[in-house]
């Protein structure tokens, strides 16, 4: 249970709609505002604007403006800077995000912050990696088509888990190649396609054994 935020800070969470979900009922409907990009999972220059002209539209009541995003722009996050070091009256910030190091050090040092992640049970994958064919990638893609970056390098860890489980050996090559996918989707490279790479390589390695 999240309790009720009542000064700027950034919250660590593993899940961002979750998070929100459980703490806007404790807020002023009147009062909350919560910014964060529709389309991406990135909070960008848009929703900095908008949180900046949001926080100097006055208000006799304590305002309290929420900035959700996986991953933060460095070019937003520079133009929040100021406005963060010193708010207008009665306004408090709250960034919601996944990770430390989806923020610059600028930001981070201006507010303190909760680390809320719980640590999650991995489960192996489901796919039988022994036999992974083109039928079986094409169907769990299918089934994945419209995941996050997070929920990705989740699928990513749990295939890596069941190749341990399984005491499937792989080569260099092939576990720096776990390495990059979870690499690229730090980088914001769509999840589908990233899974996709994976999975055809393993696929093509395991033809070539």
Same mark, same amino acid.
């Given at each position: 249970m999240i309790e009720f935020i009542e000064n700027s800070s950034i919250l660590i969470v593993n899940d961002i709609e979750t998070t929100i979900n459980e703490l806007i009922p404790k807020y002023p409907l009147h009062s909350t505002r919560i910014i964060k990009n529709e389309?991406?999972?990135? =909070? #960008? @220059?848009?929703? %900095? &604007? #908008?949180?900046?002209?949001? %926080?100097? @539209? %006055?208000?006799?009541?304590?305002?309290? @403006? =929420?900035?959700?995003? &996986? &991953? =933060?722009?460095?070019? %937003? #996050?520079?133009s929040l800077l100021k406005i963060l070091e010193e708010p207008p009256r009665n306004v408090v910030f709250i960034i919601i995000t996944n990770s430390k190091t989806s923020l610059l050090p600028t930001i981070y040092s201006r507010l303190p912050y909760k680390y809320l992640k719980k640590s999650l049970i991995k489960q192996e994958s489901t796919l039988n990696l022994n036999k992974l064919d083109l039928k079986d990638i094409y169907n769990f893609l299918k089934e994945n088509q419209k995941i996050s970056k997070q929920e990705a390098k989740d699928i990513v860890e749990s295939i890596l888990l069941k190749v341990n489980n399984q005491k499937i050996k792989l080569s260099q090559k092939e576990l720096e190649f776990f390495s990059k996918s979870i690499k690229l989707l730090e980088l914001n490279s769509r999840p589908i396609n990233v899974l996709t790479t994976l999975l055809l390589f393993l696929a093509n390695q395991k033809n070539k054994n």
């Amino acid at each position: 249970m999240i309790e009720f935020i009542e000064n700027s800070s950034i919250l660590i969470v593993n899940d961002i709609e979750t998070t929100i979900n459980e703490l806007i009922p404790k807020y002023p409907l009147h009062s909350t505002r919560i910014i964060k990009n529709e389309e991406k999972e990135e =909070f #960008q @220059i848009a929703q %900095a &604007t #908008q949180a900046i002209k949001e %926080a100097y @539209i %006055a208000s006799i009541e304590k305002k309290y @403006i =929420f900035l959700c995003g &996986t &991953t =933060f722009r460095k070019e %937003a #996050q520079n133009s929040l800077l100021k406005i963060l070091e010193e708010p207008p009256r009665n306004v408090v910030f709250i960034i919601i995000t996944n990770s430390k190091t989806s923020l610059l050090p600028t930001i981070y040092s201006r507010l303190p912050y909760k680390y809320l992640k719980k640590s999650l049970i991995k489960q192996e994958s489901t796919l039988n990696l022994n036999k992974l064919d083109l039928k079986d990638i094409y169907n769990f893609l299918k089934e994945n088509q419209k995941i996050s970056k997070q929920e990705a390098k989740d699928i990513v860890e749990s295939i890596l888990l069941k190749v341990n489980n399984q005491k499937i050996k792989l080569s260099q090559k092939e576990l720096e190649f776990f390495s990059k996918s979870i690499k690229l989707l730090e980088l914001n490279s769509r999840p589908i396609n990233v899974l996709t790479t994976l999975l055809l390589f393993l696929a093509n390695q395991k033809n070539k054994n």
